[in-house]
């Protein structure tokens, strides 16, 4: 598990390096105005765009690593989850909605939606902790639509909150996805090993 906390530090240092990059947000960060620049598809989840963002995800990356290693949950699951789902969850809904995205939320409910699966080895509702994520994901669009209506904030919230959900269920797919070709890839290696 020593593993899952060294992985988690070396995103910390990452993350707290390119945010003091001169202007890293202008230009890492997934713009639609940008598609030109190719690197913008990978390097978004890595900026982050204040210092309360920065600390909000190092918090979250922090939390929900304790929780994998109180889970035992296997490391290349775990890094495999937060990474793809930091690269890749929040694509389709930026190629619906055109708006710009970085920072590492997606990546770190993609993690919480691998975690909410994880659960079950210990006959814990997994059910619980979706619904409670998902209604806190959603708590800003919520808080929104009742103080300012269903104007320009709103919909910036409904998009956001969206963006964020994918990366929870990125993740419990992931989880689904890891449970099926784990025992595939394991026969094949225990086969090169045994020289068969």
């Not at 989840?45 to 929780?67: C, D, P, R, S």
């Not at 659960?119 to 619980?128: A, M, P, R, V």
């Not at 998902?134 to 709103?154: C, D, H, P, R």
């Not at 969206?162 to 992931?174: C, D, M, R, V």
Request: aromatic letters at 12%; a positive charge; glycine letters at 6%.
């Amino acid at each position: 598990m020593k593993t899952i906390i060294i992985f988690a530090c070396i995103l910390t240092i990452i993350y707290t390096t390119i945010f003091f990059i001169p202007q890293s947000t202008e230009k890492l960060s997934l713009d639609p105005q940008h598609t030109n620049q190719p690197w913008r598809y990978i390097t978004y989840q890595f900026a982050h765009l204040n210092t309360t963002h920065l600390i909000q995800n190092i918090i979250g990356l922090a939390l929900i690593t304790l929780i994998a290693i109180e889970l035992k949950t296997r490391f290349s699951n775990f890094t495999t989850t937060y990474l793809t789902a930091g690269l890749l969850s929040v694509i389709p809904i930026w190629l619906i909605i055109s708006f710009t995205t970085l920072g590492a939320s997606n990546a770190i409910l993609g993690g919480f939606g691998l975690i909410s699966q994880e659960t079950k080895k210990y006959e814990i509702n997994s059910w619980i902790i979706i619904t409670t994520i998902s209604a806190l994901i959603f708590l800003q669009t919520i808080t929104t639509y009742f103080t300012n209506g269903t104007g320009k904030e709103f919909t910036q919230a409904i998009t956001q909150d969206s963006a964020h959900f994918s990366g929870l269920i990125f993740g419990i797919g992931a989880y689904y996805l890891l449970k099926k070709i784990t025992p595939i890839i394991e026969r094949k290696k225990t086969r090169v090993l045994r020289g068969g």
